[in-house]
Nanobody
Framework: VQLQASGGGLVQAGGSLRLSCTAS????????MGWFRQAPGKERECVAA????????YYADSVKGRFTIARDKSKNTVSLQMSSLKPEDTAVYYC???????????????????WGQGTQVTVSS
């Protein structure tokens, strides 16, 4: 599976950005998808995840109520709508695919098999 992420950029605090990720290759299989982020000097963390059906979602406490994950299975895409952005949201954001966790959500990095190249999100104060 190959993943291509896009949509990052520079935004002022309180603003919004929408990230998008398209999967190609082994997309006939069912898989869960997630968005992770990694700030300088910090561990990569899961901010949101979504099941194959799209009915189950997970959000990190730090982004609940501000971020929304969604997927379009017909286009093999997953999006992350980010609102009310804060400077602490600044990071490189990665989309990822979990082949084993398609129905049950997982936020654990080691359970994701494929990763996109990352897209920078910078929130200025």
């Amino acid at each position: 599976v190959q993943l291509q992420a896009s949509g990052g950029g520079l935004v002022q605090a309180g603003g919004s950005l929408r990230l998008s990720c398209t999967a190609s290759g082994r997309t006939a299989s069912r898989f869960g998808m997630g968005w992770f982020r990694q700030a300088p000097g910090k561990e990569r963390e899961c901010v949101a995840a979504i099941s194959w059906s799209g009915t189950n979602t997970y959000y990190a406490d730090s982004v609940k109520g501000r971020f929304t994950i969604a997927r379009d299975k017909s286009k093999n895409t997953v999006s992350l709508q980010m609102s009310s952005l804060k400077p602490e949201d600044t990071a490189v954001y990665y989309c990822a695919v979990s082949l084993a966790y398609s129905a049950v959500l997982t936020s654990l990095r080691e359970r994701y098999n494929y990763w996109g190249q990352g897209t920078q999100v910078t929130v200025s104060s």
